[in-house]
């Protein structure tokens, strides 16, 4: 199928600070000589943002005067249209939509605002490490409630679970990661829905994680948290980002969406108090450029492309990866493999696994520190020839060697 939009060039990255080629993140580990590195690791892609976000910024840059500005109203109207169209959520009033400089200064804040150190938080397992880090470096004590996989090997909550954890540790705040990550779960209604009423029947505001939404494979829909019913609408605090779909991780530039206006104020006093909280001026024109109609038609044809290297990904893994097991992910750009049948049968640790794809170029991402005790986490978002080369090495040099 053809492409209007460029995701096969491979970009040279080295020089430009990104630690997707910087830096190795694994102790001991380093590429041997006549191996080039795939990088596989930190979720950020390999592919140059959309045409209409460069456009953004460069119109911008052509003013030579970077002081002090007020949010341009298209940047809350971008983001309503943007959600109304992607999403199907009609009735967002402006006043709901504010800047955050990242999702996890957000749910540094929330946590700030809603609870006191010492208090536990739920948490599902396996588990985004900058929730780990954020929840443990606050003084809260993290509650894992672990998800689980039917005959299938599909990841399901464990709604039981999550109501006894709750109720047994008094908690009162919750993480829901919606896509999930790292195992790329698209969440169907009914499970939000169900998850929604745990979490209102033991009084919960709920920090809900959407910075994937965008980034849904074909065949799936990603439904917002707060759509499932009116008390859902007003417990949650959802944060969302253009950073993860267009790849500008590196300008910094999140969102929330809080309908509650109790919620809302107590979130944005906590934020105004730290000062860390204040846009970017080519922040605010990159999130206005994505969410042109341009956009959409790039972030159309990146699902179609991650899908393709889903596709080989999984499948080439079943059929050359003795004892490795994968479950195919409906959203996001990563891959969570889980190798304890291989370790099993070679005899080989997770460490020494690790360290041998590193060797040959391969830059993959330890996932015991995601609580997944023997899970690699593998980013596909980079031209399909780079991912079947990062295959072909593991196969030959690693896996069978």
């Given amino acids: ?62 003013h030579p005067v970077f002081g002090y500005f007020d949010i341009k109203d298209d940047y809350s109207e971008s983001i309503i249209e943007w959600q109304k169209t992607r999403n199907g959520v009609t009735d967002i009033p402006k006043e709901a939509i504010d800047y955050e400089n990242g999702v996890l200064g957000g749910v540094s804040s929330v946590l700030q605002a809603f609870t006191a150190p010492g208090e536990a938080i739920l948490l599902h397992s396996p588990a985004y490490i900058g929730f780990i880090g954020t929840i443990t470096n606050m003084g809260r004590k993290i509650v894992y409630s672990p998800l689980k996989k039917d005959e299938q090997g599909v990841w399901r909550m464990d709604y ?30 009914w499970e939000i829905e169900k998850a929604m009423e745990v979490y209102k029947a033991n009084d919960c505001v709920v920090i809900s994680d959407e910075i994937w939404s965008d980034l849904i494979l074909p065949g ?9 019913s009116e008390d859902a609408r007003n417990r949650t605090i959802a944060f969302y980002a253009p950073s993860k779909t267009f790849n500008l991780a ?37 999130l206005i450029g994505a969410y042109r109609p341009e956009g959409y038609e790039w972030v159309d044809e990146l699902c179609q492309v991650i899908d ?20 195919r992910p409906q959203g996001t750009y990563m891959l969570f493999v889980d190798f304890e049948g291989w370790c099993q049968k070679t005899g080989r640790s997770m460490d020494q696994l690790i360290k041998a794809g ?17 899970s ?26």
């Fill in 160 to 189: 039981e679970d999550m109501d006894a954890k709750l109720k047994a540790n008094k908690i009162h705040v919750a993480v829901f990661c919606s896509p999930h990550n790292p195992c790329g779960r698209v969440w169907e209604k």
């Fill in 220 to 228: 799936n829909h990603h439904t917002p948290t707060q759509s499932v």
């Fill in 308 to 327: 393709g290297n889903m596709e080989f990904a999984c499948n080439y893994i079943r059929e050359h990866f003795e004892g490795v097991r994968v479950s």
């Fill in 1 to 62: 199928m053809s492409m209007k939009y460029d995701f096969t060039t491979i970009l040279n990255r080295e020089g430009t600070g990104a630690i997707a080629v910087s830096k190795i993140p694994f102790d001991n580990a380093e590429i041997k000589e006549g191996f080039s590195k795939i990088p596989m690791w930190v979720a950020d892609m390999n592919y140059a943002t959309a045409p209409s976000v460069i456009e953004a910024i460069q119109n911008r840059l052509a």
């Fill in 376 to 401: 690699i986490r593998i980013n596909l978002a980079l031209p399909l020839t780079k991912v079947q080369e990062a295959f072909g090495r593991l196969n030959k040099y690693v896996i069978n060697a």
């Fill in 250 to 286: 590196g300008l910094v530039g999140s969102y929330h969406i809080v309908y509650n206006q109790y919620l809302r104020d107590r979130l944005i006093s906590k934020a105004e108090k730290t000062e860390y909280n204040s846009m970017n001026v080519l922040s605010m024109h990159a």
């Fill in 358 to 374: 590193w060797d040959v170029g391969v830059a993959w991402q330890d996932g015991r520190p995601f609580h997944g005790e023997y």
